[in-house]
């Protein structure tokens, strides 16, 4: 069993950075593909970032795609989202998730799961 705790949410205004962190128990974690995902108010839970088992690979959601940077140190068992140039849309809560392996892009891949960081933008 894979624990997960998000922390480095916030409140920010529109143009600010916050960065998240995701910290985890498996001993195992550089074996895990590790991803963020957002869901605001309402809204269905969405993908944010990923990035696979050896750091050399990152990918993202068009809509934050040169403004958010997913990164992961396997020492620590952590994974981060440095999230830059806020705007109001990107306001949820945001959600650290690991999987062993299918697609990076959705939900179903992801059988842990934290608790979730609250993300507020406001101008």
């Known amino acids: 069993q894979v624990q997960l705790v998000e922390s480095g949410g916030g409140l920010v205004q529109v143009g600010g950075s916050l960065r998240l962190s995701c910290a985890a128990s498996?001993?195992?974690?550089?074996?895990?593909?590790v991803a963020w995902f957002r869901q605001a108010p309402g809204k269905e839970r969405e993908f944010v970032a990923a990035i696979n088992w050896t750091a050399g690979k990152t990918y993202y959601a068009t809509s934050v795609k040169g403004r958010f940077t997913i990164s992961r140190d396997n020492a620590k068992k952590s994974g981060y989202l440095q999230m830059n140039s806020l705007k109001p849309e990107d306001t949820a809560v945001y959600y650290c998730?690991?999987?062993?392996?299918?697609?990076?892009?959705?939900?179903?891949?992801?059988?842990?799961w934290g608790q979730g960081t609250q993300v507020t933008v406001s101008s």
């Open positions: 998730a690991v999987a062993r392996g299918g697609s990076y892009y959705s939900k179903s891949s992801y059988a842990y």
């Open positions: 498996e001993l195992s974690f550089s074996s895990y593909v």
